[in-house]
């Protein structure tokens, strides 16, 4: 059989087998009338985990995409092609490899049309894309292109080992971690702006940097018409609209109240302002929270009109810094695109011209500061996180495949830091291609270097149990539950290994809340060949919540959960794991399998 013809079957049925435990417990769950509220399968295929991004037993990895002057990803270059920094000193590459991303659109176009896909075409580690959509910032015009541009990412941008989530800073949207892309179009289709409009009621027009840039600066007393030009210029607007002709006051007495008005409201406007900013801020850094408890490659992925940030400079930096330490990598796209739109000219007829012509120069000049500071947290984000802004475009579909697709060719670069340097402190990290040309290098900006002498151990994640126990051989039996395997030719006459996951739920520890029993369980099956290469696997959660009358019909009978592999003539190992998550019981065999 030809590698060709080999790998188009495998891609086929990686396509197949990533749905097939879902479909098959949606059979399961309705023959026995189950809703399917009370039993969650979410499967994706499995691969051992890759070292992380940090310093390890004095080694340091960094994923490096190099780019062209167009924005097209190089590929084809080798480890002599780069060299790499730490805090300016350069180091010895010591370990280099290539990574393959396809979406899985690309893998079901490549099979129909008869093309191999490349054998790295599955990252080697699960990828989670967090989409923060700012609804308290984004008003709707540009919510509604950042909608279609997201959902046309989510249809046909996601790749196989990609589990994609979506939060919003007002709290009002959340979906977890899911391949299950419906489920996240359908969120994204009910985004709407969750924000209220901030705006100065009438005369003088005041802007939200003007708010900001009055409210936070030394102000002169009352009747002494000094100050920055900003405040000196909507007095004197405000004077021209309300005091010019009033006939109950004397124009000395208007004008200070005029004063008194820019300074309350640039002050109120600016309170409100700010704690929208605040909000937003804290929802982003509860992600880059939750982010960090997941294995593998971490992305967030900003989607905002922007927001000012001043006085909020320190709570920047602190996410920033939380960020880097967690490996959590911001994106940020700027749902304004390329922005157009003209400042508000002042309506005064009747009004002095010299003074219409002052306010219409200031909004001008103050243009240009606003849409700069509006974007100035999402750059230092992305600055420094290691990762990249979309801005000043209107094709914000290309933004989202640019800032939340993996990317197709991406190079790993390993090296040992000296001794003396695993010191607890930020390195900065800088990596260069030396080959002739103008490149776009992205790579993360530093890392932490983890003090050697004094280690602290943090608590295994269930995940890192799971792969502990996948790359083991010994029996392990406390969860109530048994696995087999068996073979069988599917209706192309390709062999399949079916394997079969048996859970007793009398023995099965869980957790009541209210009326519904609670339990979690996590299945794994992998497959080695003759040589202990790995082959391939599949992983699959399984959540229950489950009404007094389902549990006691499946406890008579018990759940299974079963998972199909595409499989070639040759001798195997096939490990299969099931943890529940309540106890953290365990189940792991070691199977051989020869297939003829």
């Known amino acids: 059989m030809s590698r060709v013809f080999r790998t188009l079957i495998l891609a086929a049925s990686l396509i197949f087998s990533l749905s097939f435990v879902l479909v098959f417990f949606c059979i399961l769950l309705f023959a026995q009338g189950i809703s399917p509220d009370e039993v969650k399968v979410h499967s994706w295929p499995y691969r051992p985990p890759a070292p992380v991004l940090k310093v390890e037993s004095n080694t340091v990895e960094v994923g490096v995409v190099v780019r062209d002057s167009k924005g097209q990803i190089v ?342 830091p000296e001794e003396a340097r695993l010191n607890g402190a930020f390195h900065k990290l800088k990596v260069d291609v030396s080959v002739p040309g103008k490149f776009d290098v992205e790579a993360r900006p530093g890392y932490f270097a983890v003090k050697r002498e004094a280690p602290i151990p943090a608590a295994p994640t269930t995940q890192e149990i799971i792969d502990e126990q996948v790359k083991a051989s010994a029996d392990v039996s406390t969860a109530p539950a048994t696995a087999s395997y068996k073979l069988r030719r599917n209706a192309f006459g390709a062999q399949e290994l079916v394997v079969q996951f048996h859970v007793d739920l009398q023995k099965l520890p869980v957790v009541q809340q209210q009326d519904r029993t609670l339990g979690d369980m996590v299945f794994v099956a992998a497959l080695y060949d003759a040589k202990g290469a790995f082959v391939q696997g599949k992983e699959a959660q399984m959540s229950l919540a489950l009404k007094a009358n389902t549990l006691a019909q499946l406890s008579k009978t018990g759940i299974n959960a079963s998972m199909v592999m595409l499989v070639f003539p040759g001798a195997y190992r096939l490990r299969l794991v099931m943890r529940e998550n309540v106890k953290g019981e365990l189940l792991a065999q070691t199977d051989p399998v020869t297939v003829q």
């Open 75 to 416: 590929p084809d270059l080798n480890q002599s092609d780069f060299k790499i920094y730490d805090d300016g000193k350069e180091q010895s590459i010591s370990a280099f490899s290539v990574e393959t991303h396809l979406t899985l659109t690309e893998i079901r176009q490549a099979a129909a049309s008869g093309k191999s896909a490349p054998a790295e075409t599955l990252p080697p580690r699960p990828r989670y894309v967090a989409l923060v959509f700012d609804d308290l910032n984004t008003k709707f015009g540009d919510m509604r292109h950042v909608q279609l541009a997201a959902e046309n990412f989510v249809k046909t941008g996601v790749g196989p080992s990609d589990k994609v989530a979506l939060f919003t800073s007002s709290g009002s949207e959340t979906i977890d971690f899911t391949p299950n892309a419906p489920e996240v179009i359908n969120a994204i289709e009910n985004l709407k702006f969750r924000g209220h409009s901030i705006a100065s009621p009438g005369c003088p027009h005041i802007m939200p940097y003007d708010a900001y840039e009055i409210a936070t600066e030394p102000l002169p007393p009352i009747g002494v018409m000094a100050g920055s030009p900003t405040y000196v210029t909507l007095v004197g607007e405000a004077v021209q609209c309300n005091c010019i002709d009033e006939t109950n006051l004397d124009i000395g007495t208007c004008s200070n109240q005029q004063e008194q008005l820019v300074q309350t409201e640039s002050k109120q406007m600016w309170s409100s302002i700010r704690q929208m900013s605040q909000d937003t801020l804290n929802s982003i850094q509860a992600v880059v929270n939750y982010l960090a408890k997941r294995p593998g490659d971490r992305v967030l992925v900003l989607a905002s009109s922007g927001f000012l940030t001043g006085t909020l400079e320190t709570e920047v930096d602190t996410m920033v810094d939380n960020a880097l330490r967690a490996g959590v990598v911001i994106n940020a796209l700027d749902a304004k695109g390329l922005y157009t739109e003209l400042p508000n000219q002042a309506e005064m007829e009747a009004q002095d011209v010299d003074m219409a012509d002052a306010v219409a120069v200031h909004e001008t000049e103050s243009l240009a500061p606003t849409l700069t500071s509006l974007t100035g947290a999402m750059v230092d984000f992305a600055v420094g996180t290691g990762g990249r802004i979309f801005r000043n475009r209107n094709d914000l579909t290309a933004g989202y495949y640019s800032l939340a697709a993996a990317p197709h060719i991406e190079y790993l670069l390993g090296f040992s």
